[in-house]
């Protein structure tokens, strides 16, 4: 948990509250270089596949927004588990764009019912979240919606590009 709840130590929140935990669990023989080893080098080719697939369509929506999808015809073909796609690492690649402040990602669970998980930098995207049902905390939330594919990336983008412009200009309220 530790270790992917803070991007392997690459997110903001890791402070020495954390390094203390990690500190401890070293205290306990934990083999930290064998858990980053599995996590990180343990992937089944589906999840590339699903990494390239997204990579393939991922758009430049302007203002700092990206945003990939999945279908669900084309992800299906390579897994059968939706999770793979969480665990293929497209959220970190998307996010490390130079000139990326939010990416959304929409993964059509099922045709008409869309899991949307956004990701973000500087700014509180669980606000974006919130206004469609959904939850998270201010660099990781996520939202589910029962709408087409086509009909999610559109009304999400669009409250996405408004609340981007609205705190880039300071007005979080």
Not at 72 to 99: A, C, M, N, P, R
Not at 111 to 122: A, I, M, Q
């Amino acid at each position: 948990g530790i270790c992917s709840d803070t991007g392997f130590f690459r997110n903001e929140n890791v402070t020495t509250r954390t390094l203390d935990a990690v500190r401890g669990l070293l205290a306990y023989s934990v083999e930290l270089s064998q858990i980053v080893n599995i996590m990180e080098n343990s992937r089944k080719i589906c999840q590339l596949q699903l990494l390239a697939l997204g990579i393939n369509r991922m758009k430049d929506m302007g203002n700092g927004l990206f945003v990939t999808d999945f279908p669900y015809q084309e992800w299906s073909k390579l897994s059968d588990k939706i999770t793979d796609i969480w665990s293929s690492g497209i959220f970190y690649q998307v996010k490390s764009l130079h000139k990326c402040e939010l990416g959304i990602y929409f993964m059509e669970k099922e045709p008409g019912e869309v899991l949307v998980e956004f990701r973000c930098k500087n700014i509180d995207c669980s606000i974006i979240a919130v206004a469609f049902g959904g939850g998270g905390h201010a660099r990781a939330s996520g939202c589910t919606m029962r709408i087409s594919m086509e009909e999610a990336v559109t009304v999400v983008c669009r409250k996405a590009q408004e609340e981007l412009v609205k705190q880039k200009a300071g007005d979080n309220g």
